[in-house]
């Protein structure tokens, strides 16, 4: 499989893993109950009724074991393909590595997006009626206020050019290192042997399991 596969398959076993978990915390499969109607101890001459649970409704009762058994598996199998695929990044032609790349790229794209908005900004001139406050004296020689017309003037402080330069060239790095990624993903190789395949459901892996005797 390759770098892609290889992090799909991944993400399977991650929720297979959670989806087992799930399976042993729920106590209707793990647990039995049994009801016993005392009838003795209150008619001396009737005898004790005791009725199980009926375990039939519950998917997965009466196979905790082999649930059990299944996770160690799986981790197993989560511990091996991370592994393989920590060697297999070892082995991409990128300076600072697959991680490196996808955890830069991603601060590239974000930078070239902040100066693509500066780059957007334009000077403004709005004029407010009546929206300035003034004082002057009147003729009693007492302050008073008046509304005047209020101009706001906003001008870019910075070099418009260069930061929409500074946006283009980085967005032109994203786009080739973005490439470069999808190519190694595509390229690496992952030395990992899947045990099933990666649209198999839970419960089919369990049983076909349990068919080979593999939590013996």
């Known amino acids: 499989m390759n770098l892609k596969e290889a992090f799909r398959y991944q993400n399977k076993l991650s929720s297979l893993i ?3 978990k799930d399976i042993l915390q729920d106590k209707d ?20 009724i005791t009725i199980a649970s009926n375990t039939a409704d519950f998917e997965y009762a009466g196979k905790a ?9 799986l981790l197993t199998e989560r511990e091996k393909l991370s592994a393989a695929i920590t060697q297999a990044k070892a082995t991409v032609p990128l300076d600072a590595g697959l991680d490196g790349e996808v955890s830069l790229n991603a601060l590239r794209q974000e930078l070239a997006q902040t100066f693509r908005g500066m780059a957007g ?12 406050i003034a004082y002057r004296f009147n003729a009693e020689g007492n ?6 017309d209020q101009k706001q003037v906003t001008t ?8 929409a330069r500074y946006a283009r060239t980085l967005s032109r790095k994203a786009d080739e290192v973005s490439a470069a990624l999808d190519a ?6 992952v030395e990992y042997e899947p045990p099933f395949d990666v649209n198999e459901e839970f419960r089919e892996i369990l049983d076909r399991w349990t068919e080979e005797g593999r939590f013996a």
């Open 65 to 73: 074991n082999q649930v059990a058994a299944m996770l160690l598996l």
């Open 18 to 20: 959670s989806w087992g």
């Open 156 to 163: 870019i402080d910075f070099d418009r050019n260069r930061i």
């Open 29 to 48: 499969n793990t647990t039995v109950t049994t009801t016993t109607l005392m009838r003795h101890k209150a008619y001396a001459e009737a005898e004790d």
């Open 143 to 148: 302050q008073v206020t008046y509304r005047c």
């Open 121 to 132: 900004i334009r000077s403004t001139e709005v004029v407010h009626r009546n929206g300035g």
């Open 184 to 189: 190694a993903l595509i390229n690496t190789p």
